[in-house]
Every structure is written in structure tokens, then in C-alpha cells.
């Protein structure tokens, strides 16, 4: 079944102590990218990758990093997490290098808490 | 820069009522358009998307939007709402040669048996 998969589903933390969120495509798709998603807001933009070893900063990228080592894996990096960032996280890929027209499949989510 | 504004953060209607979800945009090149739905306890999933082909773009559950670029609007409807309609909805923006989708603040959708 073609999907993106995320681990954990659901984590809960204290202020400092690094995490990983993990992301994984099995559709060969290039583009990978993490949003975040807050009440009110939307969905922001974290980081995002067009390909192998290429990521960008998207709007909401203070105290987070990713790697894309590899095409279908694209982690999350909280090095020292914060309580504004408890929130709703989302990874998501769409096949082509640039979104224009392109559908975006998302992750279930992860429900991160920081305490 | 690009922008989205959906008007009312919350709608409720009856089953079998008319579904309106109201998106407007702010877009200095031409937009491409889309509708994504998020079911409780899911991730989102594409309803239909406008790419300056047709104006008027069915969706999968029966849902259409009509871009009318006169108004900078892109309004999601359903002539007839279903309890399984119930879930929050996104719209977005992008454009030729985009990194990344813009996102409005999302509506969610009620329906009262």
C-alpha cells in the first residue's frame, strides 16, 4: 500500500531532551516535507526537501533540522525541544521536485508534547 | 507572496443541507488551488485541486469548487451534507515553480443529524 508513515504517533516529553520524529515514503516520491499544525494556524511549514541531500527552510523553522540521506526517509530533529513547540506535526511527499500542481500525501501525524 | 483566507473557522449544518466553505486568495501570479480534507484522527487528503484548466473542479465524495478569479475566491460546496462529511478542511495555494503549498487556517465542518 502506497503511504507515508510516521513514528511515534504520539510523544510526550520534557523541555531539552532530544527527539526524532521518523518519516518514511514508499511511493519513490522526491519532494518530502514536515509541517506543523496549530489551532488557528493552519498548517505551517517547517522544512522541506526537492531531493537527496537538498533541504530549505519553510516558515516555521527555528529550533528544528532534518536530513534526507536518503529518498525515502526524511526525520525530524528537535534538538532541544521547547514547550511552544508541543503541536501536531505532519510529514508529508508528493512525487515531483516542486509542489505547483502536484498532490501531497500526508502522515497520520504525530501529537508531540513538551512539558 | 501568497495567501489564503478561509471565512469561519467553524460551520455547522444539517444533514442533507447545502455545504458552502468559503476560501478566498491573495496571489500576485496565477494560482493553482486545492482542497484537502482531514478526518478526526488522520492526516489530509487531496478533495480536488484547480490547475487553470476547467473553473469548475469536481472532487471525490461528491464535493466541487468554482475559481472565479474576479472575486480571488475558490468556495468549496456540496448540494447535500452527510454525517461522514464531518472533518476539518484546508485550502491551499501554490503557484508555477512552488516549494510548498500555502495553507488557510482551516474550517470545521458539523453535521447536525
Known amino acids: 500500500e502506497a503511504q507515508v508513515t510516521q513514528n511515534p504517533r504520539y510523544l510526550i516529553t520534557v523541555t531539552g531532551k532530544k527527539l526524532t520524529v521518523t518519516c518514511s515514503q514508499n511511493?519513490?516520491?522526491?519532494?518530502m516535507s514536515w509541517y506543523r499544525q496549530d489551532p488557528g494556524l493552519g498548517l505551517r511549514q517547517i522544512y522541506y526537501?526537492?531531493?537527496?541531500?537538498?533541504?530549505d527552510k519553510g516558515d516555521v523553522p527555528e529550533g528544528y533540522k532534518v536530513s534526507r540521506k536518503e529518498k525515502r526517509n526524511f526525520p525530524l530533529i528537535l534538538e532541544s525541544p521547547s514547550p511552544n513547540q508541543t503541536s501536531l506535526y505532519f510529514c508529508?511527499?508528493?512525487?515531483?521536485?516542486?509542489?505547483?500542481?502536484?498532490?501531497?500525501?500526508f502522515g497520520p501525524g504525530t501529537r508531540l508534547t513538551v512539558l | 507572496a501568497q495567501s489564503v483566507t478561509q471565512l469561519g473557522s467553524h460551520v455547522s449544518v444539517s444533514e442533507g443541507a447545502l455545504v458552502l466553505l468559503r476560501c478566498n486568495y491573495s496571489?500576485?501570479?496565477?494560482?493553482?488551488l486545492f482542497w484537502y480534507v482531514q478526518y478526526p484522527n488522520q492526516g489530509l487528503q487531496l478533495l480536488l485541486k484547480y490547475t487553470s484548466a476547467a473553473t469548475l473542479v469536481k472532487g471525490i465524495n461528491g464535493f466541487e469548487a468554482e475559481f472565479k478569479k474576479s472575486e480571488t475566491s475558490f468556495h468549496l460546496t456540496k448540494p447535500s451534507a452527510h454525517m461522514s462529511d464531518a472533518a476539518e478542511y484546508f485550502c491551499a495555494v501554490s503557484h508555477q515553480g512552488a516549494q510548498k503549498l500555502v495553507f488557510g487556517q482551516g474550517t470545521r465542518l458539523t453535521i447536525n443529524p
Open positions: 526537501s526537492m531531493n537527496v541531500e537538498v533541504t
Open positions: 496571489s500576485s501570479v496565477p494560482p493553482y
Open positions: 511511493m519513490n516520491h522526491e519532494y
Open positions: 508529508a511527499s508528493s512525487a515531483q521536485q516542486v509542489i505547483s500542481t502536484d498532490t501531497q500525501y
